[in-house]
């Protein structure tokens, strides 16, 4: 068999607050949206901005990750699997289709006071596979330059 990739890697906004719920054997799930943009010229020549919509689905330690530390408005990077589910719809009996990513990594990349509540742990990254989480790599005593600067949250562009 051909060898083939499932991988999605997004960045992007928040939509709303996630849903957090447990499957029927108590594992946690998270399901919430991410909102991607990217600028396009029109025919006139103007720019425009496309935005587009991705549902998002994390299970176990990741569900509860997102249910402590994910706000609506935070600034996420995501990595994930593609996935379609359906059903029949109870009302017209139509199939109903779903695409969706699973999470496999996640970052939040929000920092304190931002948008979204400001519970976001300042980049805190979980990945399933190695189990790696960021972390200050400042050296001790460092504190002389930060104080020397007068530069403030307002004043960095991200």
């Known amino acids: 068999m051909a060898k083939s990739v499932n991988k999605v890697i997004l960045l992007g906004n928040v939509g709303k607050d996630p849903e957090v719920k447990a499957l029927p054997s108590g594992q946690p799930v998270a399901n919430f949206s991410i909102a991607t943009s990217d600028r396009y010229k029109d025919q006139q020549g103007n720019f425009q901005d496309r935005t587009e919509w991705h549902n998002i689905t994390a299970y176990g330690k990741l569900a509860e990750i997102v249910r402590d530390y994910v706000k609506k408005g935070n600034k996420l990077y995501v990595e994930g699997r593609l996935t379609t ?38 980049g805190y990254a979980q990945n399933r596979t190695s189990n790696t989480a960021s972390f200050d790599q400042r050296p001790a005593g460092g ?5 020397s600067t007068e530069i403030t949250d307002d004043d960095i562009p991200f």
């Open 143 to 147: 504190d002389e330059y930060a104080h």
């Open 85 to 122: 589910r359906s059903w029949d719809d109870k009302d017209s009996g139509k199939k109903v289709y779903r695409t969706e990513i699973v999470v496999a990594d996640l970052s939040l990349l929000s920092g304190r006071g931002e948008e979204g509540g400001g519970q976001s742990s300042g």
